[in-house]
Nanobody
Framework: QVQLVESGGGLVQAGGSLRLSCAAS????????MGWYRQAPGKQRDLVAT???????NYADSVKGRFTISRDNAKNTVYLQMNSLKPEDTAVYYC?????????WGQGTQVTVSS
């Protein structure tokens, strides 16, 4: 059974930084694509950033230039470096990974940015 375990969320002041990590366990196969999504209270879950096994990246316009996604294929781990955080970045951040038709989600980690 594949599990995605996230870490690194927390409370930070506006302008600060956080780094999220998500490690996939239960499989020896590298995920095709890994990514981060976020959901603020009362809103839908939105894409933040994704990265393919070949390291092609995609970012939401709202985080371009501030967030950087990366992955360690040997560890089946994806990271999200978040700089210049804004109060509107406050949300639960979810890790996502897929192996073809199989898709998994992490349990979510809270990121709160105070003004």
């Amino acid at each position: 059974q594949v599990q995605l375990v996230e870490s690194g969320g927390g409370l930070v002041q506006a302008g600060g930084s956080l780094r999220l990590s998500c490690a996939a366990s239960g499989t020896i196969f590298r995920a095709n694509a890994m990514g981060w999504y976020r959901q603020a209270p009362g809103k839908q879950r939105d894409l933040v950033a994704t990265i393919t096994i070949g390291s092609n990246t995609n970012y939401a316009d709202s985080v371009k230039g501030r967030f950087t996604i990366s992955r360690d294929n040997a560890k089946n781990t994806v990271y999200l470096q978040m700089n210049s955080l804004k109060p509107e970045d406050t949300a639960v951040y979810y890790c996502n990974a897929n192996w073809g038709a199989l898709e998994y989600w992490g349990q979510g980690t809270q990121v709160t940015v105070s003004s």
